[in-house]
């Protein structure tokens, strides 16, 4: 089960913004975020992505986006899968 605590985000550009989607599953999920068109995002000088656990279960995603540009706005979505099944959420990220 995933559920977002904001699923409509707004930031400035040249800002850093933090998107964020909580997660209960068990067995343990493989993670991931996707951009808009199918693109995974990976960890690197542009985006960061963390997997912290809370409590037993549940895990929060992190996904942080430094330095927004316009090609950055649009929805990224985080995946969750494991032994049974799939379940993503999606954020849309906007200019102010």
């Known amino acids: 089960m995933i559920w977002?605590?904001?699923q409509l985000?707004?930031?400035?550009?040249?800002?850093?913004?933090l998107l964020q989607c909580?997660?209960?599953s068990h067995p343990r999920s493989v993670t991931y975020w996707i951009k808009e068109g199918g693109i995974m995002v990976l960890t690197n000088t542009?985006?960061?992505t963390e997997v912290h656990p809370t409590v037993l279960y549940k895990?929060?995603?992190?996904?942080?986006?430094?330095?927004l540009e316009p090609e950055d706005y649009?929805?990224?979505?985080?995946?969750a899968?494991?032994?049974?099944?799939?379940?993503?959420g999606t954020i849309r990220l906007y200019g102010k």
């Open 4 to 6: 977002i605590p904001n």
């Open 9 to 17: 985000v707004g930031a400035p550009v040249a800002t850093d913004v």
């Open 22 to 24: 909580n997660l209960e």
């Open 46 to 48: 542009k985006y960061k």
């Open 59 to 67: 895990v929060q995603l992190k996904l942080f986006i430094h330095n």
């Open 74 to 79: 649009g929805s990224y979505t985080c995946v």
């Open 81 to 88: 899968k494991n032994s049974l099944g799939e379940t993503e």
